[in-house]
């Protein structure tokens, strides 16, 4: 498992779902930016150290967010 979210540096991380094939992919959420990865992606969206720097976020920039728009209703099937 991770010592930290790779987006918010967070050290709360928890386990969401496991593969059905035990050790295979880990699915983690990050408690305060809710990040969310699996365990076999690459290390630039698995690892701190190898994150994007333009994509990182801090305890201010998610106490500073917008609140997130809410998703529109489905449209009618034609």
């Known amino acids: 498992m991770t010592d ?3 987006r918010c540096a967070f050290e709360t991380v928890t386990t969401l779902h496991s593969s ?3 050790g295979v992919w880990d ?3 990050c408690h305060r930016c809710l ?4 365990t076999t992606e690459p290390a630039r969206r ?3 150290d ?3 720097e333009e994509f990182r976020m801090t305890s201010d920039d998610l ?3 917008t609140e997130v728009p ?3 209703p489905l449209r009618p099937r034609t």
Request: glycine share 0%; hydrophobic share 30%.
């Open 46 to 48: 698995t690892r701190r």
């Open 35 to 38: 990040y969310t990865w699996r």
């Open 63 to 65: 106490a500073n967010a």
């Open 4 to 6: 930290c979210c790779p």
């Open 70 to 72: 809410t998703v529109p």
């Open 20 to 22: 059905p094939v035990p």
């Open 50 to 52: 190898a994150y994007p």
């Open 27 to 29: 699915v983690l959420q």
